[in-house]
């Protein structure tokens, strides 16, 4: 039996896993390292990659629409029925993957909130009152063990389709084709170069936003009076 293969993932998707892996890495291990500033850095371009997700979503290729793998129950189950046959995230995973995408969204937005009290603030610190920010910052805090269990679990399922069901997800992540043996399907269509270009725009104008370019600046310092 002839086995070919068909364009799953599109590159700019590859290149968002690829990426917002680094970043939530980068994010958890800077505050091991207390590198606060960095710590915002790499949360900020989580929020990015994330809005850049969010429109790619809408105008990306087939598989990488979120109406294309929407969890319906119906598609659950059968997918627990093992009547599904699609080519992008099973519905299972389509489960995680949108947990995983509105768990990183709140995190990241939060910190923009946040205050540590000592020397680090997010850069929208100043539109909210105390109250406010000292909530946004512990449900910011109290999100870190939820957020390692959902990278626990992503990377779990991923293990179990890999070695046990000995399905291939890691490679199609990486070259963006999956085998298809000899039944003829098409490859994901779609998410051009025009649809790149708005993605990447509205990210950077998010990201531009989040990180407090329309507040007002902050009250000058007392004048020191040299006494
Ligand atoms: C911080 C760590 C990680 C995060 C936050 C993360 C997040 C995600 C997200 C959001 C998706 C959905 C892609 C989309 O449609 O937007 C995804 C899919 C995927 N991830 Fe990750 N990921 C992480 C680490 C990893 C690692 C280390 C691997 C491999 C060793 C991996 C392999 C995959 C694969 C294979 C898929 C596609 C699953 C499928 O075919 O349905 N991920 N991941
Ligand atoms: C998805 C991205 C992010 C992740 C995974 C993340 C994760 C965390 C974690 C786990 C902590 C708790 C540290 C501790 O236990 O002391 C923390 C604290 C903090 N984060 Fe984030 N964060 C993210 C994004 C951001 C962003 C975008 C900002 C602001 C630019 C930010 C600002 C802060 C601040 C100010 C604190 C200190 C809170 C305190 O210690 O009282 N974070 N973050």
């Not at 068909?6 to 970043?23: A, E, G, S, T, Y």
């Not at 993957?97 to 020397?119: E, H, M, N, P, R």
């Amino acid at each position: 039996m002839s086995t070919q293969s068909v364009r799953v993932w599109d590159l700019p998707l590859r290149l968002f896993h690829w990426l917002l892996l680094i970043c939530v890495a980068g994010a958890l291990v800077t505050i091991q390292l207390k590198a606060m500033d960095w710590h915002g850095r790499f949360g900020l371009a989580v929020l990015g990659l994330l809005v850049f997700r969010l429109v790619w979503g809408v105008i990306g290729s087939t598989h990488a629409r979120f109406w294309s793998f929407a969890p319906w129950p119906r598609s659950l189950v059968d997918y627990l029925r093992g009547r599904w046959h699609g080519l992008g995230h099973n519905p299972l995973g389509a489960l995680s993957v949108f947990a995983i995408l509105a768990v990183l969204l709140f995190q990241s937005v939060t910190g923009l909130f946040a205050d540590d009290v000592i020397a680090f603030t997010g850069p929208l610190r100043r539109a909210v009152s105390g109250d406010t920010a000292s909530q946004l910052t512990s449900w910011h805090m109290r999100m870190e063990y939820v957020i390692y269990g959902l990278i626990a679990l992503h990377l779990a399922a991923i293990a179990f389709h890999e070695l046990i069901k000995r399905e291939r997800l890691v490679k199609p992540m990486i070259t963006g084709r999956k085998p298809v043996g000899s039944s003829p399907v098409q490859d994901a269509r779609g998410g051009g170069w025009i649809a790149f270009v708005i993605a990447v725009l509205v990210a950077g104008a998010a990201v531009w936003v989040a990180n407090g370019a329309l507040l007002s600046p902050p009250p000058p310092p007392p004048p020191d009076l040299g006494w």
